[in-house]
Nanobody, 126 residues
């Protein structure tokens, strides 16, 4: 059974940093590309960041480029999202997602990911 479990969300102030983590089980993690997405109330789920199976390639939404960093530890089956200089507009539920690298047509499209976590809330106060 595939499981993705996010952790690390919370309430922070604008300008603060926060690191989200996603623990993955039930798959051969090293074959999987990983992505982070977020969804604010009333909005569609949007791409935040993604990382290739090896970690050699990373991808970011323009809105978070330079502030967020995605990384993975294939020995621990985890992927992290380091978020810095957080702003109120970063408030959302953050989801990690996974799919086998060879099946992924687009790192940016949530419909290309087969497996999802339950999400973790990030709230940034002004």
């Amino acid at each position: 059974q595939v499981q993705l479990v996010e952790s690390g969300g919370g309430l922070v102030q604008a300008g603060d940093s926060l690191t989200l983590s996603c623990a993955v089980s039930g798959v051969s993690f090293t074959y999987y590309a990983m992505g982070w997405f977020r969804q604010a109330p009333g909005n569609e789920r949007e791409f935040v960041a993604a990382i290739s199976w090896s970690g050699a390639n990373t991808y970011y939404a323009d809105s978070v480029k330079g502030r967020f960093t995605i990384s993975r530890d294939n020995a621990k089956n985890t992927v992290a999202l380091r978020m810095s200089t957080l702003q109120p507009e970063d408030t959302a539920v953050y989801y990690c997602a996974a799919n086998e690298e060879y099946q992924l047509r687009s790192y940016y499209d949530p419909s290309d990911y087969d497996y999802w976590g339950q999400g973790t809330q990030v709230t940034v106060s002004p």
